[in-house]
């Protein structure tokens, strides 16, 4: 295994600077049991460990439902540990509980719902819009793209590879229409969307503001649909998030050009501009910049982070369905914070470098990690085969830097 062997080197086990109890997202209670007895809300419920005595060997942390564990790990330093015992069943969680209610998520452009499983884990569920073989048309604007599940999946196990885990887990799955979604929704405004085809399949629209019509209606084969499911964050009730404008934003307008695209010295001021003149902000955005280079992906006009730990931690890799559109070209301009700044943390670059050599070669560890999914095959071989070529001209403009 490739991926085992990339996971093994050592520039994938540098230590993380040690967790205190400031450092972390939750401060939980030993004492307190998990239970799902009590309400029939659809917020998880604690009961003190005075009510029910636990199993011999076994603390109150046992009780806890992997999607409530995964948020409780979450720290300063990252989202999930790189040997994090929780990750295949959590994917497993995602991929198989039962859905117990469906509804369209509000806000955003394109169709999205928010799947509960029974134990109160909820998921974000993408659907399938483009099959694998399809690019996207060479005259679309990039911000009137599909958004593919199965980049977000690619996605997140790309993320992982990189050794950034900064994108919840997110696992494909086969949904039926009927069944996990029209016959269990009490979101009136999505059940009025369903409709038969004329071929015979169950489709359905939503609300939104980009293809949400019957012209670009989600039709099951016949109710069966792929999609991704990703784990969502904590409530930002418990645990608030700060939403951050990229400075290397596009002008989202058809004819206009942002800032950086016209003056070739923008990382001079952005550098002298709270919060990228100090700690790793900068860097870490870069880190952001050369993933969705890898992808594809020129959507990115926001980021988050947990405001608990104010700017000195992680950026969030939210939102990541427009990678993966296409694999005959490549887009310099997502490389512009890198070529303008040149600037690049030694071990991301280290990494990068690792992911060139033969024997952990960046097509074949994903390749290796898609394959677990539910969905397999994820991405189709020339999206494969353009990551290596895009992560060849990473490490040229990182070489032009260096040469500088």
């Given at each position: 295994?490739?991926?085992?062997?990339?996971?093994?080197?050592?520039?994938?086990?540098?230590?993380?600077?040690?967790?205190?109890?400031?450092?972390?997202?939750?401060?939980?209670?030993?004492?307190?049991?998990?239970?799902?007895?009590?309400?029939?809300?659809?917020?998880?419920?604690?009961?003190?460990?005075?009510?029910?005595?636990?199993?011999?060997?076994?603390?109150?942390?046992?009780?806890?439902?992997?999607?409530?564990?995964?948020?409780?790990?979450?720290?300063?330093?990252?989202?999930?540990?790189?040997?994090?015992?929780?990750?295949?069943?959590?994917?497993?969680?995602?991929?198989?509980?039962?859905?117990?209610?469906?509804?369209?998520?509000?806000?955003?452009?394109?169709?999205?719902?928010?799947?509960?499983?029974?134990?109160?884990?909820?998921?974000?569920?993408?659907?399938?819009?483009?099959?694998?073989?399809?690019?996207?048309?060479?005259?679309?604007?990039?911000?009137?793209?599909?958004?593919?599940?199965?980049?977000?999946?690619?996605?997140?196990?790309?993320?992982?590879?990189?050794?950034?885990?900064?994108?919840?887990?997110?696992?494909?799955?086969?949904?039926?229409?009927?069944?996990?979604?029209?016959?269990?929704?009490?979101?009136?405004?999505?059940?009025?969307t369903f409709f038969i085809s004329p071929a015979g399949n169950v489709c359905f629209y939503g609300e939104c503001s980009y293809y949400c019509s019957t012209?670009?209606?989600?039709?099951?084969?016949?109710?069966?649909?792929?999609?991704?499911?990703?784990?969502?964050?904590?409530?930002?009730?418990?645990?608030?998030?700060?939403?951050?404008?990229?400075?290397?934003?596009?002008?989202?307008?058809?004819?206009?050009?942002?800032?950086?695209?016209?003056?070739?010295?923008?990382?001079?001021?952005?550098?002298?501009t709270p919060p990228y003149n100090r700690g790793r902000r900068l860097l870490d955005l870069i880190d952001m910049t050369i993933l969705d280079f890898l992808?594809?992906?020129?959507?990115?006009?926001?980021?988050?982070?947990?405001?608990?730990?104010?700017?000195?931690?992680?950026?969030?890799?939210?939102?990541?369905?427009?990678?993966?559109?296409?694999?005959?070209?490549?887009?310099?301009?997502?490389?512009?914070?890198?070529?303008?700044?040149?600037?690049?943390?030694?071990?991301?670059?280290?990494?990068?470098?690792?992911?060139?050599?033969?024997?952990y070669r960046l097509s074949d560890v994903l390749r290796e990690a898609l394959a677990t999914d539910p969905l397999a095959p994820v991405l189709a071989e020339?999206?494969?085969?353009?990551?290596?070529?895009?992560?060849?001209?990473?490490?040229?403009?990182?070489?032009?830097?260096?040469?500088?």
């Amino acid at each position: 295994s490739k991926l085992a062997a990339l996971f093994e080197h050592p520039l994938y086990n540098i230590p993380v600077p040690e967790v205190t109890e400031k450092d972390k997202l939750f401060i939980i209670n030993p004492m307190e049991k998990f239970s799902l007895h009590s309400s029939r809300s659809d917020e998880w419920v604690s009961s003190s460990k005075a009510e029910t005595l636990l199993p011999t060997g076994k603390t109150a942390y046992d009780t806890y439902p992997t999607w409530l564990k995964f948020h409780i790990g979450i720290n300063r330093y990252e989202l999930y540990p790189r040997r994090d015992p929780l990750l295949p069943t959590l994917l497993r969680d995602l991929a198989t509980q039962r859905i117990v209610s469906s509804v369209q998520k509000s806000g955003g452009t394109q169709l999205k719902l928010i799947m509960t499983f029974p134990n109160y884990g909820q998921a974000l569920f993408k659907p399938m819009k483009q099959t694998r073989d399809q690019e996207t048309p060479i005259d679309f604007f990039y911000f009137s793209d599909f958004e593919r599940h199965n980049a977000e999946i690619s996605a997140f196990h790309l993320d992982r590879i990189l050794d950034f885990r900064r994108i919840p887990p997110v696992s494909g799955r086969l949904v039926n229409i009927t069944k996990e979604i029209r016959d269990i929704t009490t979101d009136k405004k999505l059940a009025k969307t369903f409709f038969i085809s004329p071929a015979g399949n169950v489709c359905f629209y939503g609300e939104c503001s980009y293809y949400c019509s019957t012209e670009h209606a989600l039709c099951g084969k016949p109710d069966r649909l792929e999609g991704s499911m990703a784990a969502l964050l904590p409530d930002k009730t418990l645990a608030k998030r700060r939403s951050w404008r990229s400075p290397w934003r596009r002008s989202y307008h058809k004819s206009k050009k942002a800032e950086w695209e016209l003056n070739p010295n923008y990382c001079a001021q952005v550098r002298e501009t709270p919060p990228y003149n100090r700690g790793r902000r900068l860097l870490d955005l870069i880190d952001m910049t050369i993933l969705d280079f890898l992808m594809g992906n020129m959507d990115r006009h926001h980021y988050e982070t947990f405001e608990k730990f104010g700017n000195d931690t992680f950026l969030l890799h939210l939102d990541n369905g427009r990678g993966f559109g296409t694999h005959s070209r490549d887009e310099p301009s997502i490389l512009a914070p890198l070529q303008q700044c040149c600037s690049i943390k030694k071990s991301t670059y280290l990494r990068l470098q690792l992911l060139a050599t033969q024997p952990y070669r960046l097509s074949d560890v994903l390749r290796e990690a898609l394959a677990t999914d539910p969905l397999a095959p994820v991405l189709a071989e020339p999206h494969l085969q353009a990551l290596d070529r895009r992560l060849g001209k990473v490490l040229v403009v990182v070489g032009h830097c260096l040469a500088r």
